[in-house]
């Protein structure tokens, strides 16, 4: 445990997959009610710097796809790896790989709006400014930070088998692989410069996790076994009392106060608290 995560490890926030969740219901709300009012919550870092902070919160709340059964159950899958790798990593270090990710695709639409004032320079005007850094902010969704989740999880449970399409079983770290490979053929085959910061920020999240994880071997299956079946056999031998009076029965369990001596004179290891050490008849 570091020493960050012992002075803040306390704020850590439980069930962040839920929260999550429960950001793009509010958008799908949102979407219902009003579409175009989307287009103020977007990360859009050229009206950030124009006095739109709020957008540096409100794009999670855009949901990663249109609402239909299929994004229903993708949501309720994500959720559960989501909850499985807070089990795991534990509530601050969920809150760390995730709101990581969010911090990284903010940061890498200021890198796209950095780099887009390198490419065109003096002669963007204000309307184009505005006009291109928009379209662009559509591209940063959480949709790869629930992406950079499966490849979390794929990573820490690579045996695990799920079942694709509801019937065919498979392991997890196959179905990661095949997510890895589609998001590096979206980053070369999309021209976008915005989905490539988009799909680099998961990515990086990713790879810091999986370094970071390297060193965290009580994640490992076969560690997290051996510690279940440890524990299970520890709570099953019996409990012994170290210092026990061999006059009144006393224990420090029943005072932790208590000091306890053994009598060189008694035979046996007889032992005797401080009320009855000088007190008590000596057993030959």
């Not at 949102?30 to 919160?57: A, C, E, S, V």
């Not at 662009?136 to 490849?151: D, K, P, R």
């Not at 088998?161 to 053929?185: A, D, E, S, T």
Request: aromatic content about 16%; charged content about 15%; proline content about 4%.
């Amino acid at each position: 445990m570091s020493n960050f995560e012992r002075k803040f490890g306390k704020y850590a926030i439980p069930n962040l997959s839920l929260i999550l969740i429960l950001c793009y219901v509010l958008g799908y709300i949102i979407m219902k009610i009003n579409p175009y009012f989307m287009f103020y919550l977007t990360l859009d870092p050229y009206q950030i710097l124009h006095g739109q902070i709020w957008r540096i919160f409100t794009w999670i709340i855009q949901p990663p796809s249109e609402l239909n059964v299929f994004t229903i159950i993708m949501l309720i899958f994500y959720y559960s790896l989501g909850t499985s790798l807070e089990r795991t990593l534990g509530t601050y270090r969920y809150n760390v790989f995730l709101i990581g990710g969010i911090l990284i695709t903010v940061a890498a639409s200021f890198v796209g709006l950095l780099f887009g004032y390198v490419l065109y320079g003096g002669s963007m005007s204000a309307e184009f400014a505005a006009s291109y850094f928009g379209n662009g902010a559509l591209y940063f969704s959480t949709y790869y930070i629930n992406m950079s989740i499966f490849l979390a999880y794929a990573i820490t449970f690579p045996e695990m088998q799920v079942l694709l399409m509801f019937v065919i079983p498979i392991k997890v770290k196959w179905l990661g692989i095949l997510y890895g490979v589609m998001l590096v053929l979206d980053f070369v085959q999309i021209p976008s410069m915005f989905v490539k910061l988009a799909i680099g920020a998961s990515l990086l999240n990713v790879a810091i996790f999986y370094v970071r994880r390297r060193n965290l071997s009580y994640l490992k299956p076969k560690e997290i076994k051996r510690r279940t079946e440890f524990k299970a056999k520890v709570n099953q031998m019996p409990k012994m009392t170290v210092h026990k009076c061999a006059v009144c029965g006393r224990t420090q369990e029943d005072d932790p106060t208590l000091e306890f001596r053994f009598c060189s004179k008694c035979s046996g290891a007889r032992e005797y608290c401080q009320d009855h050490l000088f007190t008590h008849k000596h057993i030959m």
